[in-house]
């Protein structure tokens, strides 16, 4: 049974459900313009907003207007989506008396919104995985009321960009109890629990992550539960590629560090090169160049010292880049960053106490004996991650060179285990775009069938089902043959069923 | 951490696992080639294995020859559906400098399979949702190898179905280990702890369900569990309709609750008609044909003598078609229809004994007062369903009589909570087709995103990955440029996103 809510909790959720059916009912163009009329209001308060992030998360100027941009593009992104149809996958199939099995019924399949569903906001994106961020966008987009819980770490940032997105979407009549803010991880928990809410997101830590994905699974009525944890991302660099680019590699590998202090799930944690490489000295020689960055707050500041240390004082590691860290007199950190290198068997002895993730401007350089399977490493030190890279020299690049087995089974391994294979580049930046895939297995991700970023993440917060027989009085307008907003329609003809598999013999 | 298992399931597991990565290597064409080659000899072997399944589950030779060509018809669909490739999702972002974030990479998107996955069959199915089923024939044309926990209803016609299909997938060249079956609750359990197991299925009960869900989420790595459960299938008729074909309603609703002695997920457990209605009397009226039937086991026969008995005593019930059930010497019991009414204020005084699933043959004709609110039964008295059913006359199919508005309710209402809505028919008998959806809300499944019939129950082992500026060598076919296989990719443009969201402005 649900336990009781707070009368105030209890008001945002009857709220929610109450605006469930009229929200999933609101056409598509209308449900696009509201959304879109989020983010132009998010553009035009931006340096209010930004002015209040800054002090709230001490990133930088630059960064959060620029991560304002993306809020705002992500969600006319979802806007396009959600009318062009193509995420309702709307299939067809015309009654068939010629049926292999007998007369087939006409039967029609769509997508609709779950209801109600609380997202959990992150702390290191304040916009883009925050308050209107990609999980929220999504929600709206697939017409489910959107309950956010506010990270501690912003909470000021959150109520202003509540009030600014409350008011647009309340200006583009979108139903009251389609968007709340509420505080407090207890708050949050007993949201999730309540029957009537219908799925969860959440971008975080590990630990929190599975005490949330535990309690949507352990409900009675379980629901499903998106959740994007931790990651180390693995990169791997050939010797032809450093001989190729070495100063090059090591700028790109220093700016993907060190930016935003490291705080980025998409941070690249260990890179593996081969033993005696160039590239430990041209990391060093790249290093001048980064200023020291204010962490998010003192408890991750703090974090990262301890976990700096332990890798520093760990057998067999020496410093490439010493990096530091400082604490100012209100207690913040500001770091440069840090990278350290270990031979394979150093690695292979305190993976325990290496292969963790580091929350911050510090990697792993693991040097790697000539001969070494680089395929078999993946399983053996890592869990599923958000991403795994490999820099290749341009003639390795063809797949032609002597080494293309290796490189083609390395590619196997960490499509296995990653959500996005890069090459010659680098994990952070995620770019917004139809065909992203931000996820991977756990603990990258609870449920690896997703994405969080990208237009495949509407579909985490719907549900198909068929209608049989219907007239097309009753239908979703998505699946009428007079399709009037024209969303792509699969269509399986009559006759064809006594064919299948025919091809195969 | 894993348990350590049994030494012979230890072998199970490491050849499943072993198999995974060659079995997913496979070409479309040979994997389509070898499921091919499974449904034909089943077809091939069916006077024996139907001779077997009618000794250990007492269903008929009609029923249980069809549902062998259902199984191969099934078992075709994914043959052609693996190949066509739109399960793949294919997306394409070529590369686009004038990209509203700045440079976008070149990021393609697909589908891999998730690896091994464990398969718990059915008794009720003992070909279609079996050691051959349709979750089988969705993991192996996903790509995932498939170990089956043999339901105990029927172990030796498990075991002779196995014996064919490992004998027709290693006549096609499959790896060993591409299949395999295990017997026991606990071996099957030990299975599913299994670190090497990636997803797990399973058709049954709600208890065992959960048990197996709860299991499959508590592990050190959740991974997804997709049960199909319990149903009871709601059916709501107008009084126009009764008013337009009342015999041919009864008839319908009679074969459909009696067929294969009404021991079906979508079997009509309650029928919602107008008080004083001809529909009783018209359903007394059909109820002469319909000969005794055996029920599967004689756990499955005592345990709906006594639901029965209970329903049959609850205060306000008046039976419509007695029914009954007898016991023979071997203790199977053999049953014919039994169909109960109850006024709405009754089903709700009793609705905690009446609502749950009665597993055989009974159903339950619950008498609306006029001026009900029919959308509003659907949450006050159930939870998640497979099915729900509207029965109209054929002038209020056109939407445009009087009680238009109610009827559009009453079908946003099952569209709620339901996976399949049907017109004018009977939910039994589930097509096999591209737009099926064989799911629900909990407790129907455990997970409403999936079907387990229908070509999108593939999507369930597969997992997205991304390639960010991968060169051609070392992609995916189905991400090429030059697209050998010729499978449907989306490709977003350059240069578009610069107008994401104009059109709502």
Redesign the interface.
């Known amino acids: 049974m649900t336990e009781t809510l707070s009368p105030e909790l209890e008001a945002v959720v009857a709220r929610a459900a109450a605006a469930a059916?009229a929200f999933a009912?609101t056409r598509p163009?209308d449900r696009?313009?509201a959304?879109?009329a989020v983010?132009?209001a998010l553009e035009a308060n931006r340096e209010d907003l930004v002015a209040i992030a800054m002090r709230e998360t001490g990133l930088t100027e630059v960064r959060l207007t620029?991560e304002v941009?993306?809020t705002a593009?992500q969600?006319?992104?979802f806007?396009?989506t959600l009318v062009d149809g193509?995420y309702l996958?709307a299939?067809?199939?015309p009654a068939d008396s010629d049926?292999?099995?007998g007369v087939?019924?006409d039967?029609?399949?769509t997508h609709?919104p779950l209801?109600p569903v609380i997202n959990f906001s992150a702390s290191n994106f304040p916009f883009a995985f925050s308050v209107m961020g990609g999980d929220s966008a999504a929600v709206l987009a697939a017409g489910c009321p959107l309950i956010v819980k506010a990270h501690s770490g912003h909470p000021e940032l959150s109520d202003a960009t509540a009030a600014v997105a409350t008011a647009a979407l309340a200006g583009a009549g979108m139903p009251e109890g389609t968007f709340q803010l509420i505080h407090g991880r207890e708050a949050g928990v007993q949201v999730l629990k309540d029957a009537r809410i219908k799925a969860g997101a959440f971008t975080g830590s590990i630990a929190v992550g599975r005490l949330l994905?535990?309690i949507a699974?352990?409900r009675p009525?379980?629901i499903?539960f998106f959740g994007e944890l931790g990651s180390v991302n693995p990169v791997f660099v050939t010797g032809a590629a450093i001989d190729e680019r070495a100063a090059e590699i090591a700028d790109g590998f220093l700016t993907s560090v060190s930016g935003s202090a490291g705080q980025l799930c998409t941070k690249p944690g260990f890179v593996f090169a081969p033993a005696g490489s160039a590239l430990p000295d041209a990391i060093r020689a790249a290093a001048g160049d980064f200023p020291e960055h204010r962490l998010l707050d003192p408890r991750i500041a703090r974090s990262f010292e301890e976990r700096r240390s332990a890798i520093l004082g760990s057998a067999g590691v020496t410093p490439v880049v010493a990096g530091g860290i400082r604490f100012d007199e209100a207690g913040q950190g500001w770091a440069t960053p840090t990278v350290v290198a270990v031979p394979l068997d150093g690695f292979r002895a305190s993976a325990a106490a290496l292969s963790e993730e580091a929350f911050g401007p510090l990697s792993i350089v693991v040097e790697v004996p000539a001969g070494t399977d680089l395929a078999s490493l993946m399983p053996e030190f890592f869990?599923?991650n958000l991403t795994g890279t490999?820099h290749?020299s341009a003639e390795e690049?063809?797949?032609?060179t002597a080494n293309?087995d290796e490189?083609?089974a390395l590619?196997?391994a960490l499509?296995?285990q990653?959500?996005?294979?890069?090459?010659?580049?680098w994990s952070t930046g995620v770019?917004?775009?139809?065909?992203?895939?931000h996820?991977g297995?756990?603990?990258a991700t609870?449920?690896?069938?997703s994405?969080s970023v990208?237009t495949?993440a509407i579909?985490?917060f719907?549900?198909?089902?068929?209608?049989?027989?219907?007239?097309?009085?009753?239908l979703p307008e998505a699946l009428r043959d007079d399709n009037p907003a024209g969303v792509p329609q699969?269509i399986?003809p009559a006759g064809e069923?006594r064919s299948?598999?025919?091809?195969?013999?």
């Open positions: 059916p009912a163009e696009a313009r959304i879109v983010a132009d620029g941009t993306r593009v969600l006319r992104l806007a396009d193509d996958d299939r067809i199939d049926f292999a099995l087939r019924p039967i029609r399949r609709l209801g994905a535990d699974a352990s009525a379980p499903p869990e599923g490999l290749l690049a063809t797949g032609e293309a490189l083609r590619v196997a499509s296995q990653v959500g996005r294979v890069l090459f010659n580049g770019a917004v775009t139809p065909a992203q895939q996820g297995p756990w603990p609870t449920n690896d069938a994405t990208g495949a579909s985490r719907m549900r198909p089902v068929a209608y049989q027989n219907a007239p097309a009085a009753f699969a399986a069923s299948w598999g025919a091809r195969w013999r």
